[in-house]
Antibody
């Protein structure tokens, strides 16, 4: 059974960079029909898609975040990673990774709370 | 950007009731719409895809309909386990979600 687990920095200072990793178990990143998405959820903005990456490294990002986001894949570790730059308090949210197709997010991690504060 | 507007934002109903939630898209999205259920402290769970198709393993009391800009999500007979927040999500242009409908038991 596919399992996704987010890990990384839960507390980030303003202007600094968020780094998160999603570890995939019970399945391979290399199933080419799926992409691997990052989403976030906050009381102010609700659920927001950040972007996705395929195992080959091709990406698509939310246009509103594109200038501050980079995703990467480590096929040897079965992991995908998210970096978000120039963090502000508005980026405080619960961050999820999820398996995605062209249309749905069908398997989600449990999420990791990220707080931006000095 | 495609904006998704759900109504109502919250809803109180009794066990056994028929419950309906609507989702309006800011432009025509054909049937490119999904519905998710989120219970407190948990990640969202896919219930309905392509507006009306039930995800494997989801009880048949859940259903969806609609196309274009107007969509409906229905629980035919509300069960206590259905207490959650429900979200619609479009995938016609990138991805965006409605603001959610919180369902409570009366």
């Amino acid at each position: 059974q596919l399992h996704l687990q987010e890990s990384g920095s839960g507390l980030v200072k303003p202007s600094q960079t968020l780094s998160l990793t999603c570890s995939v178990s019970g399945g391979s990143l290399q199933n080419g029909i799926y992409s691997w998405s990052w989403l976030r959820q906050s009381p102010g903005k609700g659920l927001e898609w950040i972007g996705y990456i395929y195992h080959g490294g091709s990406t698509s990002y939310n246009p509103s975040l594109q200038s501050r986001v980079t995703m990467s894949v480590d096929r040897s570790q079965n992991q995908v990673s998210l970096k978000m730059y120039s963090m502000t308090a508005a980026d405080t949210a619960l961050y999820y990774c999820a398996r995605s197709s062209l249309s749905v997010f069908d398997t989600w991690g449990q999420g990791i709370m990220v707080t931006v504060s000095s | 950007d495609i904006q998704m507007t759900q109504s109502p934002s919250s809803l109180s109903a009794s066990v056994g009731d028929r419950v309906t939630i609507t989702c309006q898209a800011s432009q025509d999205i054909a049937n490119y719409l999904n519905w998710y259920q989120q219970k407190p402290g948990k990640a969202p769970k896919l219930l309905i895809y392509d507006a009306s198709n039930l995800q494997v393993g989801v009880p048949s009391r859940f259903s969806g309909s609609g196309s274009g800009t107007h969509f409906t999500f229905t629980i035919s007979r509300l069960q206590p386990d259905d207490i959650a927040t429900y979200y619609c999500q479009q995938y016609d242009d990138f991805y965006s979600f409605g603001q959610g409908t919180t369902l409570e038991i009366k």
